[in-house]
């Protein structure tokens, strides 16, 4: 079996995947998340995981929700580099 390696278009959770020498089949078994749920976020089908589920992967490759999300979605969340929660209003106005 060829080992695999990264490339420019995969989703940061196959990059984990790679960097941590494990299957999808051995994440699906180990975190509870279907096989077909992890290949469908491969494929980008889903746009937006169940967060129970990506939160088991999260535990599973030993790292944050954040860093398993598309690089697109954290720049729709942030602006500024402010974390949106950082950027509501103060009580003074």
Do not use: H
């Amino acid at each position: 079996m060829r080992k695999a390696t990264i490339e420019g278009n995969m989703t940061p959770i196959d990059r984990k995947l790679v960097e941590s020498g494990m299957t999808r089949a051995t994440l699906a078994r180990e975190s509870g998340v279907p096989l077909r749920t992890l290949e469908n976020w491969a494929k980008r089908t889903i746009k937006s995981p169940n967060v129970y589920q990506f939160y088991r992967v999260a535990k599973v490759l030993g790292c944050s929700m954040e860093d398993l999300l598309e690089p697109e979605l954290l720049e729709d969340g942030q602006q500024d580099g402010k974390a949106p929660e950082a950027q509501q209003e103060s009580p003074e106005g």
